[in-house]
């Protein structure tokens, strides 16, 4: 029977570690035929054992799941492409596998990541595909042929949204699994690929396609029902923006409420004005927390960013999702095109009408390949046609810089426990490990809410 070893290659631990979802529709996709093993390496910390599991399971293909690049902070920058090198060192040192990358950071900077990983293969999109790679070895077919796979020699990428099954195999007994279960006790789950909206900045559309493609909300329910019996205490929703179909996501609530769903949830929203009633239905079905991706409350900034709303739509999303009795929180995204003191003070002024909320603060935009804000960079010369921008390039607002946002940002916070500023590295969610050592569960950040 063919090996395929599946590593999820996150350790990153702030907020707090996240379960490996995309692994778990990667294996479901592997038939019979194969011998699957999934590992985290956030349950892996001693590299002795990790050596031995690879040897002992001897597998004929290691995929490694690359989600994160770096942590996107702008002030305190760590890539994370020396831990991954370092981990295809031990794989090539323990085992003769082929070595296939996959992953959301993966599809971001594909061929960036197989130079400097010298792996076999790379799947760029959805794992899915990696059954018809697999089938494709075996029968030594064209491995050309798939679309979004690359080779060694095969650089050129197709981006193709997968049409075919698509299975989450969510194995309780996992030893990850328990992971989670014992810290913080979240887990997460996906109800619909793909995000409509084209935000100037974002990987989103392309990782997942612009396209929404629905999960059926019964059988979704029935996932979740498998989380909490095994005894997740949260559920994470991992979509683009849960909102983004009112219709879907109200579909998948009642769902959960005939499934009998009794565990709290919550996810990322868009904070476009909802239909009546709209949060109250999910809270009735578990909602609890609600983060929107706010960005910035100055109009112009908006526009630019090319976001779905405008400030004064925030304002009614919000008192929704108060009125619902949901914790909310909103994150900002400062210094993007048009970004100046007079719109990140408008955006500062509008935050202090935002009551009860806790506010994550990133002061930088990251430039993306395939987004309109690398064609903006590009024009600008901020970026350089082909430069390599795996090593973090911040957009640069010629009217404020980074230094300026800060500290217009930090004054203007004055030490208020629920403005995190940076890429949660702060005080407060320094705190989350204790927390959760002590038997709390989920996101938590409601208890920064003054
Ligand atoms: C939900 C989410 C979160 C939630 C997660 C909550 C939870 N409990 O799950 C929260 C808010 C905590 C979060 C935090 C962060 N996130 Co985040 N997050 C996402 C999001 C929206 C979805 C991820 C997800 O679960 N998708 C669903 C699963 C099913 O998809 P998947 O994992 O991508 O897997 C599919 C494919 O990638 C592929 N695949 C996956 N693994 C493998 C392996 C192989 C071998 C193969 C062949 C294929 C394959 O197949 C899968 C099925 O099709 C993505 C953006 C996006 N739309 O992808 C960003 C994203 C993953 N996050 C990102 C980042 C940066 C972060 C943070 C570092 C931000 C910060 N500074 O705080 C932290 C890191 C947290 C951590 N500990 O790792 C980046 C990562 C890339 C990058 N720029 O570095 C992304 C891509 C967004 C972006 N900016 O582009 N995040
Ligand atoms: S920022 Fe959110 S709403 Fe906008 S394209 Fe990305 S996922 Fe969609």
Not at 98 to 121: H, N, Q
Not at 188 to 211: A, D, M, W
Not at 368 to 375: E, I, R, S
């Amino acid at each position: 029977m063919i090996k395929v070893l599946l590593i999820s290659a996150n350790t990153l631990r702030i907020p707090y570690p996240v379960y490996p979802l995309g692994l778990d529709y990667v294996a479901g996709c592997l038939d019979s035929r194969y011998q699957t093993k999934i590992i985290d390496l956030n349950d892996y910390s001693h590299p002795e054992t990790l050596d031995a599991l690879i040897r002992d399971f001897a597998p004929d293909f290691v995929g490694i799941s690359i989600r994160n690049i770096d942590n996107t902070d702008v002030i305190n920058c760590r890539s994370f492409l020396p831990e991954y090198q370092a981990l295809v060192s031990q794989i090539r040192k323990n085992s003769q596998a082929r070595i296939i990358l996959g992953g959301s950071g993966f599809t971001i900077f594909p061929a960036e990541f197989m130079m400097a990983l010298d792996a076999d293969y790379g799947i760029v999109g959805e794992g899915e595909r990696m059954s018809q790679l697999l089938d494709a070895l075996e029968k030594n077919a064209d491995v050309n042929k798939v679309p979004g796979v690359l080779t060694k020699d095969k650089t050129e990428i197709v981006y193709e949204p997968y049409g075919g099954m698509i299975r989450r195999h969510f194995d309780p007994e996992n030893r990850h699994t328990r992971f989670y279960l014992a810290y913080g006790g979240m887990l997460n789950l996906q109800t619909k690929r793909g995000c409509p909206y084209q935000c100037s900045y974002c990987t989103y559309p392309h990782i997942e396609g612009g396209k929404m493609r629905f999960y059926e909300p019964r059988e979704i329910a029935r996932s979740a029902r498998d989380l909490q019996d095994a005894g997740a205490k949260y559920i994470f929703i991992t979509d683009s923006a849960f909102n983004a179909s009112y219709d879907h996501s109200l579909d998948v609530a009642q769902a959960f409420i005939e499934e009998r769903l009794s565990i709290p949830w919550g996810g990322f929203f868009a904070p476009t004005v909802p239909p009546a009633d709209y949060f109250k239905r999910l809270a009735e079905a578990g909602l609890t927390h609600v983060e929107f991706g706010t960005e910035s409350l100055s109009d112009v900034v908006l526009n630019n960013l090319r976001k779905p709303f405008a400030s004064q739509n925030v304002f009614v999303a919000h008192r929704e999702a108060l009125d619902a009795g949901l914790h909310v929180a909103h994150y900002f995204l400062l210094g993007g095109p048009g970004e100046s003191k007079e719109t990140l003070q408008t955006t500062l002024t509008g935050i202090d009408q935002l009551e009860k909320a806790v506010f994550f603060f990133f002061c930088g935009v990251r430039i993306y390949p395939h987004t309109a804000l690398y064609d903006v960079a590009l024009k600008e010369g901020q970026v350089a046609e082909g430069e390599n921008i795996l090593p973090p390039v911040f957009y640069r607002s010629s009217e404020i810089n980074v230094k300026e946002i800060m500290t217009m940002v930090e004054t203007h916070a004055n030490g208020r426990l629920n403005w995190i500023i940076g890429a949660g590295e702060a005080k407060a969610t320094r705190i989350l490990p204790k927390l959760y050592r002590r038997g709390f569960t989920g996101p938590l950040w409601e208890y920064l809410i003054q």
